[in-house]
Every structure is written in C-alpha cells, then in structure tokens.
C-alpha cells in the first residue's frame, strides 16, 4: 500500500509564493522545474486576463523527505494580454507537459513576455502587462511514483 506524504512530515509549509519582478519569477521558475502536466490542465480567461496552470511540482525545497516528492500546484499570471504556443499541441488533452523553466524577458516596462519553456523544444509565450504571478500548492504532497530525483546529468 502506498501512503501520500504528509505536510507535517515534511516540514516546510505549503508553497505560496508571488512574483512581482523578473527576480522574483526565476525564484518561482526554479521551483517549478521538472513539473508535469497534461495539457489539459492550462487554461486561459481571455476576459479576466488570466493564464493558469495545474503542476504536479517535485519539491525541490524539503531535502529532508525520506523519498522525492511532488504537489499539484497551481501556477497562475495575471495582466495577461495574449498566449501563444510552439510545438505544443494544445488539442490533445492527453499529452503530458515538462515544464523546465519560466523567464521574462521585458518589451516596454513594465510590459514583456513570459515564456514557459518545455521539454521537446515546446513552449508558450504570455503577453502581459506586467509581472504578476502567484504559485500555490493546493494538494498534500505524494512520494514521486518514479522514486528518483529528476536527474539533469549534472
């Protein structure tokens, strides 16, 4: 039988964590890299100008679980204007995500783009008028089904 982790056995408390600026994103991108996802789980609220994102997020941040983790998070950006995609296919539900890294690269401040980068050369590029996220956990943390760390051949 297999036993979720527990946020008490964990020690750190839930992820909640806002970005306003280009530094605080790269805080957010390195915590979310190595998350799957299907791409079922992004949508975008053109009239509320919000993309939103359910990760399945390893935690890098607790070294002292016994085994590797993960927790669905919730990745959200506000001010979003547009969102385009390359070699994503956002028609098939079914296709599953690794998210590596998340960068702002700055248009007309406060303005740019954020770009979500995944693996297979895949990503999304969201215009926004400025940088606003929030990641959030919003499940107890579960033991990694695979066991292992994710591995970048460092």
């Known amino acids: ?51 939103a994102l359910l990760l399945n997020r390893f935690r890098w941040e607790d070294k002292s679980a016994p085994r590797p983790e993960r927790v669905q998070s919730v990745l959200a950006f506000e001010t979003v204007r547009a969102v385009s995609s390359q070699g994503i296919d956002r028609s098939d539900k079914d296709t599953v995500l690794s998210l590596l890294s998340v960068e702002f690269t700055e248009t007309e401040a406060p303005s740019g783009h954020i770009t979500l980068h995944f693996a297979g050369d895949g990503a999304l590029r969201l215009t926004v008028e400025a940088i606003e996220a929030n990641l959030r956990d919003v499940t107890r943390p579960y033991y990694a089904p695979s066991g292992k760390v994710p591995d970048h051949g460092a």
């Open 1 to 51: 039988m297999t036993q979720d982790a527990r946020f008490e056995d964990a020690g750190p408390k839930p992820v909640n964590l806002g970005a306003m600026d280009a530094d605080d994103l790269s805080v957010i991108s390195a915590l979310v890299q190595d998350s799957v996802l299907p791409a079922a789980e992004m949508k975008f609220d053109r009239g509320a100008g919000r993309f």
